[in-house]
Nanobody, 124 residues
Framework: QVQLVESGGGLVQAGGSLRLSCAAS????????MGWFRQAPGKEREFVAG???????TDFADSVKGRFTISRDNKKTVYLQMNSLNPEDTAVYYC??????????????????WGQGTQVTVSS
């Protein structure tokens, strides 16, 4: 089993930036896709961004495209750089792991392991 720990959330003003990190442990192999999701109060969990196990492919939700980037460092830590934040980005952000190594999935059901979440609050 893999443990995922997110960090980097917080309170930021509209237009600001945050970088979230997700560190994976408990598994020697790093051959898995990673995704970031978010969930705002009263809303379903939604896909934000994903990166393939090789680091060569990424995918972004339309709502964050051009503002967010995703990267992975030594294949066991994944980052979500969030720029030009707006109040609609306020949510709990989760990282998740998909062992399939196929295309990046936007469905939460494709992901086997999840972090505990980190709160991102954007004030207007």
């Amino acid at each position: 089993q893999v443990q995922l720990v997110e960090s980097g959330g917080g309170l930021v003003q509209a237009g600001g930036s945050l970088r979230l990190s997700c560190a994976a442990s408990g598994r020697t192999s790093s051959n898995y896709n990673m995704g970031w999701f978010r969930q705002a109060p009263g809303k379903e969990r939604e896909f934000v961004a994903g990166i393939r196990w090789s680091g060569s492919g990424t995918d972004f939700a339309d709502s964050v495209k051009g503002r967010f980037t995703i990267s992975r460092d030594n294949k066991k830590t994944v980052y979500l750089q969030m720029n030009s934040l707006n109040p609609e980005d306020t949510a709990v952000y989760y990282c998740a792991l998909d062992l399939s190594r196929g295309i990046i999935s936007r469905s939460p059901r494709a992901y086997e392991d999840w972090g505990q979440g980190t709160q991102v609050t954007v004030s207007s």
